[in-house]
C-alpha cells in the first residue's frame, strides 16, 4: 500500500453527466488516505472541482442524487438568437445559492479551472476571482451554452482546448498525480439502461425532453441517429479525444489514470447521479489496485 496520507494533484476531465463519477473518485480518495492538494478541471471537472475545493462537495452531491429528470429540464434556460441553446444562468443562480460563491483565491486547497478564449483560440487558466464565474466559463460547451464574459475576454469551454487539463498541476510539489478522463474506451455495458421518468402530461414538458434526447450522443440504440446535435456533440467528442492524447502525451504520465467509458451515459444525464458516482468509485478503485499491484 502507498504510505499515507499522500498528497494528490487532481486532474478531473471533461464530459458532461460522466462528470458526476468524479464526485465518487474524490469520495474514495478520502476514504483512502488520500489528501487533495491541488484540482484542475475543464467544463464538469472544473464544476465538482471548485465545490470540492470550497470544501462544499456532500452538499452538492446530496443535490444532485435527488434530482429526477424534471429537475434537470427545469434548470435549462432556452435562448432566442443567442449563440447557445441555453443561458446557462439558471444552473450557476441555484449553484450559487446551494454551495455559496467567494473568491478563488481564498479557496482552502490550489484550484485553476480551464476554459477557451473565443477570440484568440487560447487557453486560459482561471485561478483568481470569483469561483462560479470560472465555472461558468469553463463549462461553455459551444452549441449547449453560451459564451461568457469574463473581464476583456470571451470564454468558452475549456474542453476545447485541453479537455483532460494536466498542465496546470505541472509544478505541485504533491506525492501523485491523478487523472481522471471522461473520454475511456466505450464499453459494452457500463450503467443498466434509464429508466424513463415521469413527467406528467404537459406538451411542452414532453418537448423539452423530446429535445434534451436529442443531447445523448452515447446512448445505445437499436437505430443509429444521425441528426445535427448528434453529428455535432460525435464529433466534438472525437475531437477532445483526439487532443487528450496529444496533451497527454506532452508530459510524462501521471500517476495514476483513471477512465471513465465515454458511453457511460448521455451529457445530460444528471439524474443517474447515484450510477456514476459509484461507478466513479470503483474505477477509482480499480486504477490504484493495478499501481498497487
Known sequence: MIPSPTTVSLVLGSGGARGLAHIGVIQWLGENGYRIQSISGASIGALVGGIYAARKLEVYAEWVLALERIHVLRLLDPTIGQPGLFKGERIISVLRELIGDC????????????????????????????????????????????????????????????PVPIAPTLDDATDLTVVVDLSGPAESRVLAPASAS?????????????????????????????????VAFVSMQAMQDTISQLRLSAYAPPDV?????????????????????????ERAAQAFARIEG
Open 103 to 162: 473568491p478563488i483565491e481564498e479557496l482552502p486547497i490550489a484550484y485553476t479551472a480551464v476554459a477557451t478564449d473565443l477570440g484568440s483560440r487560447e487557453e486560459v487558466w482561471l485561478r483568481e476571482g470569483q469561483m462560479f464565474d470560472a465555472i461558468r466559463a469553463s463549462i461553455a460547451t459551444p452549441l449547449v451554452f453560451t459564451p461568457f464574459r469574463h473581464g476583456s475576454r470571451t470564454l468558452l469551454d475549456g474542453a476545447l482546448v485541453n
Open 257 to 281: 489514470m483513471i477512465e471513465i467509458p465515454r458511453n457511460a451515459c448521455g451529457f445530460f444525464e444528471f439524474w443517474r447521479a447515484e450510477e456514476l458516482i459509484e461507478l466513479g468509485r
Open 198 to 230: 415521469l413527467i406528467g402530461d404537459n406538451s411542452y414538458r414532453k418537448r423539452i425532453a423530446r429535445f434534451v434526447d436529442a443531447l445523448q450522443p452515447g446512448r445505445a440504440s437499436a437505430e443509429p441517429r444521425h441528426g445535427l446535435l448528434d
